[in-house]
């Protein structure tokens, strides 16, 4: 007993871990979610497919074998016991219950054995006699089906386990051992994939998943095992006419469901259903089951804009999600991997005291790789339109190396028209080289006309400062210059050094910036504007964060078509009828063990000398406190319908 509840404790844990941890996932999800060690210790546990581990299906074997020997032993038993009475029991066994009442009475026995029945009969027992000769006993019994709810209950589990083992995969795991099936690990499509990873279509038991677009059909699913897969073909295919989703204010999905039609060989019409989260079309044995969504190759227009040259000629891509491009850059050829579209971006923003809203949608965004030649990449997040962030308009761009990590936001400041054109021109002015010189030189002019110096060279030496000064700027940002001052400078004039360059800095962008509004016609003669201003100060800032952004090109979506894709799971699972049947089984088991009683009486009779002695004792099975009570009531009522009420029990 000990050891099979300690069994049934570690298969109700694994069950209660395989609910909570989502199971068949990538590995790399695994490691991103919980680290290296961790992932090794749970992996080496098998609790990323845990239903099918090994160790779980021995249990479920052991507790088969185990539980129906028990069943073979013991139900023979339990089955007599239902119409057993127990009729030859002896006096001293009787004297022995706690439960007794003796007394004498002054008539014969024919008038008090009718005068049992009855009162035994109105309580919905029933009754059995037996002559011995000189006494009988009458043996009265109810809730002897008591006894099945043991049967039930351990028949119960016996027909659990086998709907798990069922479901388990046991043939697969078979196979994968003796080498007929091999799992696959590249990220090929279906077509390239050997026929050894390939499953057969009259497979009994499996639970994969396939992603459809709208529009698009298929006819196989992948069943995600460990570090791969397997590809599950199915005997009819599945298209995908229409893919709907509703969201809550918060952005989160509300709703989605697939228009889907069946199209088998069999079938004289196609079949249309409707699925939705939790209610699956089932169609010849196999649960089609709503399970996520997903980008269907959404068509992208995308304006690659240089960040890091003079040039202002962007370069315009067409192409789709899942799909790659090719881009020259000043840093090579690198590999555009398109990976996902979003059309809504709703995310919490403070509290805003006109509308009361705490969310609010960003608009649509595309998510990118950019990998270099050495395979190195980034990943991105690009947003199609401005954003406001404290009354001002931003573009803004995530840039990740890692997945486990979060996105760190490039914002570039968008102009009145709400375009990147200004921003853009700002950054390839700077870095023009002969339009900076020829401001530094103006900007020494002046003040080196005015003074005679012994070192003519050296107003070429501070113009070729200030040019390499600006450079720094473009190409690290301020913390270059910090890094360029910590190198060159004494410790203790470091903050002065510091503060001059930032000077001479900021003097020759504002110069370059007030050349820039000039040519847009914008009238500064007063001063510049605060927007103006702002601008100014947010294309900085920008700017600085360029050499830590990691692309050469800022790409900016344009247009889009729309497609989604609905993210299916398919099940053949046969053995979960077997569980429901189990489980079924188990509830009636327990039901019947704790809600029916089960109770015994006995009445011996002895008749002598026109008197009869009347020993009346009864037991309950369990529940013991609630059937002394119920004796106490029956022998009152007894004493009522003897008329023995006010006469002294007989002594033994």
């Keep these: 007993m000990n050891l099979a ?4 404790m570690a298969v109700a844990v694994a069950s209660v871990i395989g609910t909570v941890l989502k199971q068949n996932e990538p590995y790399q999800n695994y490691i991103i979610k919980f680290g290296p060690f961790w992932f090794e210790v749970f992996e080496k546990l098998a609790l990323y497919d845990v239903y099918s581990a090994s160790w779980f299906l021995f249990i479920l074997g052991f507790l088969v074998v185990s539980t129906s020997v028990c069943i073979y032993r013991n139900a023979p038993t339990m089955l007599k016991s239902i119409s057993h009475f127990r009729t030859h029991v002896g006096l001293n066994s009787l004297r022995a219950f706690h439960n007794r009442q003796e007394w004498v009475i002054p008539r014969p026995e024919a008038e008090v054995a009718p005068q049992l029945a009855a009162m035994a009969r109105t309580h919905g027992y ?6 011995h000769g000189d ?9 002897s089906w008591n006894r099945l709810g043991y049967v039930f209950t351990h028949a119960a589990i016996v027909i659990i386990c086998i709907g798990g083992l069922v479901d388990g995969n046991v043939p697969l795991k078979l196979k994968e051992s003796s080498g007929q099936i091999q799992i696959e690990t590249r990220d090929i499509p279906a077509s390239q994939v050997p026929a050894k990873s390939w499953l057969s279509v009259k497979n009994p038991s499996f639970r994969g998943s396939v992603t459809i677009a709208e529009g698009t059909s298929a006819n196989l699913a992948f069943l995600q095992l460990r570090d791969g897969y397997l590809v599950q073909p199915l005997p009819f295919r599945i298209e995908l006419k229409d893919f709907r989703i509703e969201h809550y204010f918060t952005g989160q999905p509300k709703s989605f469901e697939s228009d889907l039609v069946i199209h088998d060989p069999e079938l004289e019409q196609p079949l249309e259903s409707t699925i939705a989260v939790n209610h699956p079309l089932v169609y010849k044995g196999y649960a089609i089951y709503q399970s996520s969504f997903n980008d269907g190759g959404s068509k992208l227009n995308i304006r690659a804009w240089p960040l890091l040259a003079r040039d202002l000629q962007p370069h315009d891509i067409e192409s789709a999600v899942f799909q790659d491009v090719k881009v020259t850059s000043p840093r090579g050829t690198l590999t555009m991997e398109l990976t996902d579209f979003k059309l809504y971006n709703v995310n919490p923003v403070e509290e805003d005291d006109e509308s009361g809203k705490q969310f609010r949608n960003y608009g649509p965004s595309f998510t990118f790789k950019l990998r270099d030649e050495t395979g190195a990449a980034r990943e991105y997040e690009n947003y199609m339109s401005p954003v406001e962030f404290e009354g001002r308009s931003m573009y803004i761009s995530g840039v990740r190396t890692t997945p486990a990590e979060p996105f760190r936001y490039l914002h570039i400041p968008a102009d009145s028209k709400y375009s990147l054109e200004r921003f853009l021109k700002f950054n390839a002015l700077l870095r023009d080289q002969e339009r900076v010189r020829e401001l530094a030189e103006e900007t020494t002019r002046g003040s080196f006309d005015q003074l005679t110096l012994e070192r003519p060279e050296l107003r070429q030496e501070v113009i070729e400062n200030m040019v390499h000064l600006v450079g ?17 400078a004494p410790e203790e004039r470091r903050t002065q050094v510091m503060d001059a360059y930032l000077k001479v800095l900021q003097t020759i962008l504002g110069e370059l910036y007030l050349e820039l509004l000039a040519g847009e016609g914008v009238d500064f003669s007063q001063g510049m504007s605060e927007s103006d201003a702002r601008f100014f100060d947010d294309s ?3 700017i600085s964060s360029l050499g830590h952004y990691g692309a050469p090109f800022f790409a900016q979506l344009t247009g889009f078509e729309h497609l989604q894709a609905s993210g299916l799971q398919i099940a053949r699972a046969p053995g979960k009828n077997v569980v429901y049947l189990g489980c079924a089984l188990l509830t009636l088991g327990v039901f019947l063990m704790f809600y029916v009683r089960h109770s015994r009486l006995w009445f011996r009779v002895e008749e002598k000398d026109g008197h009869t002695r009347l020993l009346f004792a009864g037991t309950g099975h369990r529940h013991e406190r609630d059937f002394a009570e119920e004796f106490t009531r029956l022998r009152a009522e007894l004493e009522q319908r003897l008329g023995v009420a006010d006469r002294p029990p007989a002594q033994p």
């Design 135 to 143: 006494h009988r006993v009458h043996a009265a019994m109810k809730g």
């Design 5 to 8: 509840i300690t069994l049934l």
């Design 472 to 488: 720094l700027f473009t190409q690290g940002g301020v913390d270059a210059i910090l890094e360029q001052v910590n190198r060159s």
């Design 126 to 131: 029933r009754l059995r006699s037996q002559d």
């Design 540 to 542: 900085l800032n920008a």
